[in-house]
């Protein structure tokens, strides 16, 4: 399994223990010129939802017009679902050796 596979996994089984998952289809996405989403959960904040999208990196970080992307993502998914959204990068950390 390749490293960025392996860290999409682990942090996608993490994620989901902790927030409401949430499949967000990159078919859909693409059809508003918007970026895919690796991961993404809802987390009650309060009284009302807080939908988390996270773009997951084992290398550099988003070029320009993928995190234009990525933001149109969360604009579309914020309108649509009437809903807060926060979008942000994690980057898979390098093995020691």
Same mark, same amino acid.
């Given at each position: 399994?390749?490293?960025?596979?392996?860290? *999409?996994?682990?942090? =996608?089984?993490?994620t989901?223990?902790? +927030?409401?998952?949430? #499949?967000?289809? %990159? !078919?859909?996405?693409? $059809?508003?010129?918007?970026?895919q989403?690796?991961?993404?959960?809802?987390?009650?904040?309060?009284?009302?939802?807080?939908?988390?999208?996270? *773009?997951?990196?084992? =290398?550099?970080?988003?070029?320009?017009? +993928?995190?234009?992307? #990525?933001?149109? %993502? !969360?604009?579309?998914? $914020?309108?649509?679902?009437?809903i807060?959204?926060?979008?942000?990068?994690?980057?898979?950390?390098?093995?020691?050796?």
């Amino acid at each position: 399994m390749r490293k960025g596979d392996k860290f *999409e996994k682990d942090f =996608s089984l993490h994620t989901h223990r902790v +927030q409401v998952p949430v #499949l967000i289809s %990159s !078919q859909l996405l693409r $059809s508003v010129n918007a970026g895919q989403i690796d991961v993404a959960g809802l987390v009650r904040k309060n009284k009302s939802w807080v939908l988390y999208l996270v *773009e997951l990196k084992s =290398s550099i970080y988003p070029s320009a017009i +993928q995190w234009l992307r #990525l933001k149109r %993502s !969360q604009d579309y998914l $914020s309108k649509v679902l009437d809903i807060e959204t926060k979008l942000e990068v994690k980057f898979c950390q390098k093995a020691d050796h």
